[in-house]
């Protein structure tokens, strides 16, 4: 009994274990796009969409194939209609009628028709559209992929940029708060304006603020980074990317020498798709106006009878069968078929129209977007710089101002600067990877590779 208790409490400390786990994860950046692209609440349904296609395909593929109905029938006629016949018929007076039941009390029917499409000229239309769409579907499903990639590397730079920018802040303010400690003691001991000890107050409660709103955006960010995934916003996300690695691996030159070919470009695709469907939906009004044939086979048994004895074997069944042709010709709409053709021409125009506008649109955002990541490059590497200036420039005041050389508003100018200098350092760090990221979604190289 002790051994099946001590087994029971193993595995339910197992199990707990277990379910603690599995709402932790750690992921690179990679392993993050992964994982995304299978647990992205968009590309699930993106996916399902191209299943959706797929069905749609076969279901317009079905109704140019043979189709059976089966119909049974049972009528009781609780009340049988009566027909009057002249009363001369049976010997009677002349002028006179007699009423006479023809149908049974009860009668019932099985019957079965088989239903095949000979020429429809938009079955035929039909079928080309069915496959443009699941086309459309499946470039559709490839644009979500490379927009959750694309989703995933932001949120997962923003929630590093985070980390790093609250870490910063916490040490600007632990240096500050050292600062105003010994500015306070010897202010105490007259060797110091009360003004020193102002000026440092006053900027250690703006940064205690901004820290504040540092914590809530680093939780908004983590957030953010599960939504993208695909998981529970309430789950940990720990990253083993650190923020440094991620830039650098972002930073390289040639990669804004990469071919730009508009047939991989997936919204040029896309467009194409789109032409296709307006142009077979003018083929398809134009088929309207052809005749569309299609035969048929019936085969039917009836039974009648007074009584319900439609289960009995002795009961007679009456069978009959029938084979045809039916043909529909289009003759007259009233300029409505004409109407709807002419419609169907003009969304083929608008058609053209936006493929055109989109060719251009790609090219320029193409060249916008090489040149924005050649600016985030060069951006990164002087703010760089500039913050090494900065933290040297406040360095030297920390020196002046401790030993009396320079003023508290001096030194204040330089902590401003180089706290200026840090947000421009780590925001120049996510355009880099923000930048390298739309450069590849639309080279789309992440499906090229």
Sequence with gaps: MNRLFIL????????????????????????????????????????????????????????????????????????QQITPLPAEIIGGEPGTFVPVTFSPKQNASVSATLNQLLFDGSYIVGLQAARVF???????????????????????????????????????RQTLENNLNETQKVFENGLAEEEDVEQ???TLLEIETLLSNAKRMEQIAKETLNMALGIPIESEVQLSDSLDQLVEQQIDLSFLDTNFSLDQNIDFRI????????????KLEKSRALPSLSAFVNYSTLAFNNDFTFLDQEQA????????????????????????TQRAKIAVEQANTQYEQTL??????????????????????????????????????QIKFVEGISSSFDLRQAQLQLYNAQQIYLQAMLDVISSKATLETILNTPNNK
């Design 8 to 79: 029971i409490v193993f595995f339910s400390v197992s199990l707990s274990g277990y379910s603690q786990e599995k709402n932790t994860y750690r992921l690179s950046l990679e392993e993050a796009i992964q994982f995304a692209l299978d647990s992205n609440y968009t590309a699930i349904n993106a996916r399902r969409d191209v299943a959706a296609a797929i069905k749609q395909k076969w279901e317009t593929t079905a109704t140019g194939l043979p189709q059976i109905d089966a119909a049974v029938s049972y009528q009781n006629n609780l009340k």
């Design 200 to 202: 440092l107050q006053i």
């Design 360 to 397: 251009e649109q790609l090219k320029l955002d193409h060249n916008n977007a090489r040149s924005d990541y050649q600016f985030a490059i060069e951006k990164y590497e002087n703010s760089k710089k500039n913050l090494a200036l900065a933290e040297r420039v406040e360095n030297k005041n």
């Design 317 to 340: 069944w009456f069978q009959s069968s029938l084979l045809g042709i039916n043909m529909n010709i289009p003759i007259i709409s009233s300029g409505g078929r004409g109407a709807r």
């Design 134 to 172: 699941l086309d459309y579907s499946e470039n559709a499903f490839e644009k979500t992929r490379l927009e959750v990639r694309k989703g995933v590397i932001l949120a997962y730079g923003s929630v590093l940029l985070s980390n790093e920018n609250v870490s910063i802040f916490e040490k600007n």
């Design 271 to 282: 467009a194409q798709n789109l032409i296709q469907q307006r142009n077979l939906e003018l």
